[in-house]
């Protein structure tokens, strides 16, 4: 069973501070790791992608993939209340297809 | 660029009925498409991967003949639910490949009474 792990949340941050989202995955083979974002009601929308170990960064947003550690995450700097929404972990299933895993998601609330 | 629109975003039907939704990749060429269903508080599942030309390969647990999808151009692909029952009631979210990305269209949000 392929599966990609995040905590749920709550995770609550005040704004300005830095948040950080985490994700482990089972398929060893996955080469493709991407973050969502979606808010309530709405479809995800897509932030980050990631192919090799180490950072990526895009604006106020880093995507960290340690392959050996099957372990990717997303820090958000400068956190606004507009970031609040759920952030979905995907990964692609080395079975083909490109096909997505998804995790459950972590809703992340910034505070004022 | 790589803009996805479902049709419609929003459906009301009665049990027993069916219902087209139909996923339209908009500035690009998909030959490959995906449906997704999510209920609430839960995580997108996939439910099926549509390929231009060819029949839709189902995840398992998927009713093939309940959830007839149909790519017929490299720009639409259709999901429409058969027999619609309550328990069906879900958002339903295509999503179109490009260059190894996966865009999502805005959701169609079915309530069957």
């Known amino acids: 069973q392929k599966e990609v792990e995040q905590n749920s949340g709550p995770l609550s941050v005040p704004e300005g501070a830095i948040a950080s989202l985490n994700c482990t995955y089972s398929?060893?083979?996955?080469?493709?790791f991407f973050w969502y974002r979606q808010y309530s009601g709405k479809s995800p929308e897509l932030i980050m992608f990631?192919?090799?170990?180490g950072d990526k960064e895009d604006g106020r947003f880093t995507a960290q993939l340690n392959k050996a550690s099957q372990y990717v995450s997303l820090l958000i700097r400068d956190s606004q209340p507009s970031d609040s929404a759920t952030y979905l972990c995907a990964v692609t299933f080395s079975g083909g297809y490109n096909k997505l895993i998804f995790g459950a998601g972590t809703r992340l609330a910034v505070h004022p | 660029g790589a803009v996805v629109s479902q049709h419609p975003s929003r459906v009301i039907c009665k049990s027993g009925t069916s219902v087209k939704i139909e996923c339209r990749s908009l500035d690009f060429q998909a030959t490959t498409m995906f449906w997704y269903r999510q209920f609430p508080k839960q995580s997108l599942m996939l439910m099926a991967t549509s390929n231009e030309g060819s029949k839709a390969t189902y995840e398992q647990g998927v009713e093939k003949d309940k959830f007839l999808i149909n790519h017929a151009s490299l720009t639409l692909s259709t999901l429409t639910v058969t027999s619609a029952h309550p328990e069906d009631s879900s958002f339903y979210i295509c999503?179109?490949?490009?260059?190894?990305?996966?865009?999502f269209g805005p959701g169609t949000r079915l309530t069957v009474t």
């Open positions: 398929d060893r083979g996955s080469q493709s």
């Open positions: 999503s179109a490949e490009r260059k190894y990305e996966q865009y």
């Open positions: 990631i192919y090799s170990n």
